[in-house]
């Protein structure tokens, strides 16, 4: 059975690849399907994207990447896909995945939709939020495979916080002051 798991991808995270490998245990194949969205401004090109999810892939022999623009059912028919892939982090996530599944459904009724609840340690990541944390600074090695991270630092002309004293300094809590003792 072939599953496609679409999305933006820019950058994947640690969560995306965590669905991919769990996903590459349940399907024959999985096909990592990059969209072309021309509402978002990406960070990386589609080529870029696709270069990087092959890298983060390479140990998955069932794995593959594509790009497609248009509705993703249409690609799936195309694929000859039987299920979407899909992840989901929060509740907020299945209302718009369970719409979107749905609205699938009424355009073909032989693609299913299977939903993976993200593993807890990704619960709280997405793009934005990675690109959100590079924009001001902060390191996203443990969010992104290291070589993703690079190029991310590279975008936003930072080199890897690690590296950058400023932005690892510990930060000492400030202790509560009770409310009567302020000055």
Excluded: W
């Excluded at 072309?36 to 696709?50: A, C, E, G, I, Y």
């Amino acid at each position: 059975m072939i599953a496609i798991y679409p999305g933006s991808f820019d950058p994947i995270t640690l969560g995306h690849l965590d669905i991919i490998q769990r996903g590459s245990r349940l399907f024959e194949q999985v096909i990592v399907a990059v969209l072309r969205n021309p509402n978002k401004m990406p960070l990386f090109s589609v080529q870029q994207r696709l270069e990087q999810i092959r890298l983060s892939t390479r140990h998955l022999p069932n794995v593959e990447v594509d790009s497609f623009d248009g509705l993703t059912v249409n690609y799936a028919q195309m694929r000859q896909a039987q299920v979407l892939l899909r992840g989901l982090r929060a509740v907020s996530d299945f209302e718009i995945e369970l719409q979107m599944a749905h609205t699938n459904k009424t355009l073909s009724t032989q693609i299913e939709t299977v939903f993976l609840a993200t593993s807890n340690e990704y619960s709280f990541l997405s793009s934005s939020v990675i690109k959100e944390i590079a924009r001001f600074g902060g390191s996203v090695d443990h969010l992104v495979p290291p070589h993703i991270a690079l190029e991310i630092y590279q975008c936003y002309n930072h080199n890897s916080p690690i590296s950058n004293p400023t932005t690892t300094e510990a930060i000492t809590p400030r202790k509560s002051i009770p409310m009567d003792q302020e000055a």
